[in-house]
């Protein structure tokens, strides 16, 4: 069974959806990576927000800003598959809606993330190339990676 996307704007997202989201990401991005830090934040208002679902249960998540919100191009963040559903693939797939839906709604313009950096050769695979060198952020090693516009 593959994932069901569900693409929405803030002002889109039920209060139930959002939390939800806040609590999956929460749990692991500053629970799980025992990382301090404000994870939810202005962005969110902006952002473009993928609720990825299997069965009917939130299985993944990922957020698109768009151009010169947070880096120049737009940019593909806070990917994230919720514990229960690890190990199934479905990063490649969300992955693959993620930069899908970018090129669409940004078309010419290529698209920028900031990864963990043990992340990279994944983010590879799916066209990123690094193009700084790894940094610290909020206590984990990142790496800026842009996938040039087709």
């Known amino acids: ?14 209060t ?24 939810l934040d202005a962005l969110d208002l902006t952002a473009w927000h ?15 800003v768009g151009p010169k919100e947070k ?13 229960a559903f690890r190990g199934q693939g479905l ?4 992955m693959a809606e993620a930069i899908r839906f970018t090129e669409a709604a940004y078309p010419g313009q290529s ?5 963990q950096a043990h992340l990279a050769d994944f983010y590879a695979s ?8 790894p940094f610290d952020e909020d206590g984990i090693p990142h790496i800026e990676m842009i996938k040039l516009a087709p």
Not at 27 to 38: G, I, K, L, S
Not at 91 to 94: I, M, T, V, Y
Not at 111 to 115: E, Q, T, V, Y
Request: hydrophobic fraction near 50%; charge should be negative; glycine fraction near 8%.
């Open 1 to 14: 069974m593959s994932l069901d996307f569900n693409w929405s704007r803030f002002n889109e997202l039920d």
């Open 16 to 39: 139930r959806a959002f939390f939800e989201i806040a609590r999956a990401r929460e749990t692991v991005f500053v629970v799980e990576q025992a990382c301090a830090y404000p994870e």
């Open 50 to 64: 993928l609720r990825a679902t299997k069965g009917g249960e939130l299985a993944a998540y990922v957020r698109v």
């Open 71 to 83: 880096f120049a191009e737009p940019s593909i963040g806070r990917v994230m598959t919720v514990a």
């Open 91 to 94: 990063g490649h797939e969300l």
């Open 111 to 115: 698209i920028r993330i900031g990864a």
């Open 126 to 133: 799916l066209g990123f190339d690094a193009v700084s060198e």
